[in-house]
């Protein structure tokens, strides 16, 4: 059986307070909203019952911010695509921002198990004066249990229509990529985090968010394996590889919470479901 779910999830500016409402075909949830940092940004949580995708399963997720509002999406767990037996798994986000809108979209790492076919797509859109931090974390194999990605395949696509897109198809047979030194070097760890704007940042602000962001590489594990550029005007990109998920997820929350000062001048208050 394959599961084929959507979930729609759009934040609002009422008197203030930044509310989400959303709605849902098949098994997608969003959990109560929650304000651990006062009325103007609301935290969600999404879930996936099931856990995991299987060849045929497809995921639409898709996000709406209204002018003003400001929310931030994380999840509980991995995103888990498993092994199929000839059609791909698909999961699709597509984020929205409205003129003055803020996003953080920081979901867990996505896990593609051994002989999986897993495509994962991002696109947003940004109008004038909006703004977006996210990051994409993607695990090949699970090192940890003995279980190495031999087979299989991953599609990934992160796109700024017009202004940014990265797509990359990994397929576990190409050693020249994963273990070549201009590929992933044998790293089964990808770690992508974007600052992302509807307008182009000006000089000084764009270099104050590379500077920070290269503050924390510097001081960091995987300092030799990341780092920052801005390929746009609109955006600026933290990457890093690392052996497995938990010194880049490290690295990626970091940046993030340096960010949130140098981008917006506000303090990190991670998600409450980080510290379970």
Known sequence: ?????????????????????????????????????????????????PGGLVGGDTLDIAVDVAPGAHGLVTTPGAARFYRSDGEPAVQRSRLTLASGSRLEWLPAEALCYDQCLAENRLQFQLASGAELMGWD???????????????????????????????????ALDKRLLDGPLGLAGQRCMATLFFACGDKLPRVRRERVLDAARAVVEAHALRTMAGATSPHAQVVVVRALAPVVEPAMDLMKKVWAAWRGACWEMPAVPPRIWAM
């Open 137 to 171: 974390v993607t695990a090949l194999g699970l090192p940890h249990a003995g279980k190495p990605f031999l087979q299989g395949s991953l599609q990934q696509h992160i796109e700024l229509p017009g202004v940014w897109l990265e797509r990359a198809r990994i397929d």
């Open 1 to 49: 059986m394959t599961w084929h779910a959507s979930l729609a999830l759009d934040y609002r500016l009422e008197a203030g307070r930044s509310v989400a409402r959303h709605r849902h075909d098949g098994p997608l949830r969003i959990l109560q909203s929650l304000y651990p940092e006062g009325d103007a940004v609301c935290h969600n949580v999404l879930v996936h019952p």
